[in-house]
């Protein structure tokens, strides 16, 4: 990865430093075309945990590809729970893909959820800050949308909360 790169999982979009060791994946693997090992439109930085613990043999051409893939189309969430799923403006083709996708890397599994559920609730965080102090944390969460993890939940967050919108007010208990 170049430097000034986020360190992340081409699949899961997790922290590589900081969910598992890094590898890398040959997204075609290598026992099946072992003329593809060293092209590199076929590999990716992956954590140990998509790579070896959940890909390992299970590969498909239908798998959604994170470099020619509009991933951040692809996928919708939700942002109580962090749950994904396939984003249902999508044709049929598509969504099974989307789906396949999602059960061989486990991107539903709790660990996962919950990363991108407390994403969400930093991100509204934020918004409640710039309601405070009267300016837009932007910074932060367009940081979050491009240095990641999970970055397109953060997308996501920032598209649906333009900077020309004020923030919402403080929530008060009475």
Same mark, same amino acid.
């Given at each position: 990865?170049?430097?000034?790169?986020?360190?992340?999982? =081409?699949?899961?979009d997790g922290s590589?430093?900081?969910?598992? *060791?890094? #590898?890398?994946?040959?997204f075609l693997p290598?026992? =099946?075309?072992?003329?593809?090992?060293?092209?590199? /439109?076929?590999? $990716?930085?992956?954590?140990?945990?998509?790579?070896?613990?959940?890909?390992?043999?299970?590969? &498909?051409? &239908?798998?959604?590809?994170?470099?020619?893939?509009?991933?951040?189309?692809?996928?919708?969430?939700?942002?109580?729970?962090? /749950?994904?799923?396939?984003?249902?403006?999508?044709? /049929?083709? #598509?969504?099974?893909?989307?789906?396949?996708? +999602?059960?061989? $890397?486990?991107?539903?599994? &709790? !660990?996962?959820?919950? =990363?991108?559920?407390?994403?969400?609730?930093?991100?509204?965080?934020?918004?409640? *800050?710039? @309601?405070?102090?009267?300016?837009?944390?932007?910074?932060? +969460?367009?940081?979050? =949308?491009?240095?990641?993890?999970?970055?397109?939940? %953060?997308?996501?967050? *920032?598209?649906?909360?333009? @900077? &020309?919108?004020?923030?919402?007010?403080? !929530? !008060? %208990?009475?």
């Amino acid at each position: 990865m170049p430097p000034g790169e986020p360190r992340l999982c =081409a699949y899961c979009d997790g922290s590589l430093t900081e969910q598992s *060791r890094e #590898t890398v994946d040959h997204f075609l693997p290598r026992h =099946a075309f072992p003329e593809l090992t060293l092209s590199w /439109w076929n590999l $990716f930085p992956a954590c140990d945990r998509c790579n070896s613990e959940y890909k390992r043999m299970s590969w &498909s051409c &239908s798998l959604v590809r994170p470099d020619t893939d509009p991933v951040d189309t692809y996928f919708d969430f939700d942002e109580q729970t962090g /749950w994904l799923r396939p984003n249902a403006g999508l044709d /049929w083709p #598509t969504r099974v893909n989307v789906r396949l996708t +999602i059960r061989v $890397f486990r991107l539903n599994d &709790s !660990h996962r959820c919950k =990363a991108r559920a407390r994403l969400c609730r930093d991100l509204v965080n934020a918004l409640k *800050r710039d @309601a405070q102090t009267q300016q837009r944390d932007r910074p932060t +969460i367009d940081e979050r =949308a491009e240095q990641g993890p999970y970055r397109f939940v %953060a997308r996501r967050f *920032r598209d649906a909360v333009p @900077a &020309s919108r004020p923030a919402p007010p403080p !929530h !008060h %208990a009475n």
